[in-house]
């Protein structure tokens, strides 16, 4: 996550001279218990790292041989997160001689280059983010360290504990906030020496699960991934906390048992998060263990839960966004996706969002935040909420739906979600409206979009958009993007879609005929990859003439499809270099 925008030029400049003071501190002296790694890294991207394949916000340095560091330097959109370490997990997961000696020799180069203040990875999130990588790997980091390497170890680390108790307060609400004071606590309770900092930092860290960490569980960005995250934060700091014999705040085991009922509501079948509001869902695995960590096994209400909605039968779960957009601070990475819905049977997700593009450069982000890259409903390709920029070059989204509502209903052989927001009726008039309804056996999704008047008062404002287009109707498209692995296939006189995923299932997309039916290329954006994955979608579009437009459309599982397939998920590169 890039946050070199979020502080301003005043907090930049003070973070570097904190980070130059506390260079002349005195050093930790050692470890007070051996750290255990807690994070799960990437095998292959960590084999892609020693072969010299450096992936920096899109751009691929094939460098052999060269320092991360060198790598880095010569992208100049790279950004600050490569000071964040997390590649410390993929090297921690090869785990062989030469996976150790690289990271020791990056470290100890990071610590020469940047350890007195220097460079763009001094703000408080960063610098929790490298502590706590630092002290989970410390085994790994000092195996066969001379004595040099490990005091230049143990001085920096100690040398930004004192930086994040002096500026952690400057680091935004949300995950930021999280990440600097977990790597106070976690690094103090490890490392020799650094115990004052600890207490003031757990009365923080208490403090914010109570105000950041919402009735339902949620947060304010809504972003699911960053949930997970702040909960992953959560469960090692308990954990380090009992095993110091300390006691861990109520105020902190009350948050993470509100936030897991919230994360298994946006839990698809196959394990991942839904990919909303700037998140991805997460590597295989790390969901359930966070859940696993908590206890808790309390489950999601049927109602709203951070704004989504998750109907589930048999192997099929649907996630839809059911709320407004955050707004304010944490809509930096908010998309318009009001409306929209996922879709994942057993462990093939078969309707997505197309996702962050953050990791592609701003236009792939920007584009990823549109309605347009979202399964839903939008009138003349316009988003239903838009990008404003702020002084300091923070894009922050705003003039959302005033009004978004949504009820869920168990029917006797079904479920019903049903959902409407108002972002087009003060251009337009029109409220659109959605109904969602799955079937008890998870073979079928039933889905309505209705483009309505109101109220009498929105009809003058119809009548001009319609005047502004010379009577030949507003033009509107619902749109589907399918997942990469999706094969899809236009069949049976171009009334229907077949869409085949690799484990052989089928699903068939079928529609009214209000609108027209058509298969339009789309782009899958994952973080890890060199470039955007080609993907399809299929598209329903139209021109509405009159007060009320409803357009019907259908999936269900094709006939000779068995509800229970096995399916052996392939595992795939992270990287496709």
Same mark, same amino acid.
């Given at each position: ?243 110091? =014999? @300390?006691?861990? /705040? ?11 009922? !919230? %994360?298994? &509501?946006? #839990? ?99 584009? =990823? @935040?549109?309605? /347009? ?11 239903? !909420? %838009?990008? &404003?920029? #702020? ?187």
């Amino acid at each position: 996550m890039d946050t070199s925008d979020t502080y301003s030029r005043r907090e930049r400049l003070m973070n570097q001279l904190h980070a130059r003071w506390v260079a002349r501190t005195r050093p930790a002296t050692g470890f007070r218990s051996n750290p255990e790694p807690k994070m799960i890294g990437h095998y292959a991207r960590g084999r892609q790292l020693l072969a010299g394949n450096f992936l920096f916000s899109g751009h691929l340095i094939e460098a052999p041989g060269i320092n991360l560091w060198e790598a880095a330097g010569r992208v100049t959109t790279s950004t600050n997160s490569v000071h964040g370490f997390a590649w410390l997990d993929d090297l921690a997961a090869v785990g062989d001689t030469k996976a150790r000696l690289a990271a020791q020799s990056w470290v100890s180069d990071w610590i020469v280059r940047y350890g007195h203040g220097r460079g763009a990875g001094w703000t408080p999130d960063i610098t929790g983010r490298r502590l706590i990588r630092w002290v989970a790997h410390g085994c790994f980091l000092l195996r066969g360290a001379d004595k040099d390497a490990s005091i230049a170890y143990f001085r920096s680390a100690a040398q930004q504990v004192i930086f994040l108790s002096r500026r952690w307060h400057i680091a935004p609400s949300g995950l930021p906030r999280f990440e600097a004071l977990a790597g106070i606590i976690y690094a103090g309770l490890t490392l020799q020496g650094m115990e004052n900092w600890v207490d003031p930092s757990i009365e923080a860290l208490a403090r914010d699960c109570e105000v950041q960490i919402e009735p339902d569980g949620g947060i304010a960005s809504r972003n699911p991934e960053e949930l997970l995250e702040i909960l992953t934060l959560l469960n090692w700091v308990e954990t380090a906390l009992s095993g110091s =014999g @300390r006691e861990v /705040p109520e105020a902190m085991l009350s948050g993470m048992a509100r936030m897991a009922p !919230a %994360l298994r &509501a946006m #839990r698809h079948s196959d394990g991942g998060l839904a990919r909303f509001h700037g998140g991805g869902r997460g590597l295989d695995g790390w969901l359930d263990q966070a859940l696993a960590a908590v206890g808790a096994i309390e489950q999601p209400n049927q109602g709203l839960n951070m704004g989504y909605v998750r109907l589930a039968a048999g192997r099929t779960s649907v996630i839809a966004d059911t709320v407004a957009p955050p707004i304010f601070a944490a809509a930096a990475k908010a998309h318009a996706s009001t409306l929209a819905f996922e879709l994942t049977s057993g462990r093939r997700p078969l309707i997505v969002s197309c996702g962050s593009g953050s990791s592609f450069g701003p236009e792939w982000r920007r584009a =990823g @935040r549109a309605t /347009p890259s979202h399964s839903t409903l939008c009138i003349e390709g316009l988003s239903s !909420a %838009l990008i &404003a920029v #702020r002084k300091d070059g923070a894009e922050l989204l705003c003039y959302g739906p005033k009004t978004v509502q949504s009820e869920f209903t168990a029917l006797g052989d079904s479920d019903r979600l049903e959902m409407a927001h108002d972002s087009y009726r003060a251009s337009h008039g029109l409220t659109h409206v959605r109904t969602l309804e799955l079937s008890n056996y998870g073979r079928d999704l039933a889905g309505e979009d209705l483009l309505t008047i109101l109220e009498a008062v929105d009809k003058p404002t119809f009548d001009k958009a319609l005047n502004t287009k010379n009577m030949q109707g507003i033009p509107w498209s619902v749109r589907f993007h399918l997942h990469p692995e999706v094969d899809a296939i236009v069949d049976l006189g171009r009334a229907a879609i077949s869409l085949t995923q690799k484990s052989g299932e089928i699903w068939v997309f079928r529609h009214d005929g209000v609108g027209e039916m058509r298969l339009e290329p789309s782009v899958y954006l994952e973080n890890g990859r060199l470039r955007p994955r080609a993907t399809q979608q299929v598209v329903l579009s139209g021109r509405t003439m009159s007060y009320a437009t409803r357009i019907r459309w259908s999936l269900s599982k094709a006939q000779d499809t068995p509800t229970a397939l096995r399916d052996v998920k392939e595992n795939q590169p992270e990287m496709d270099v």
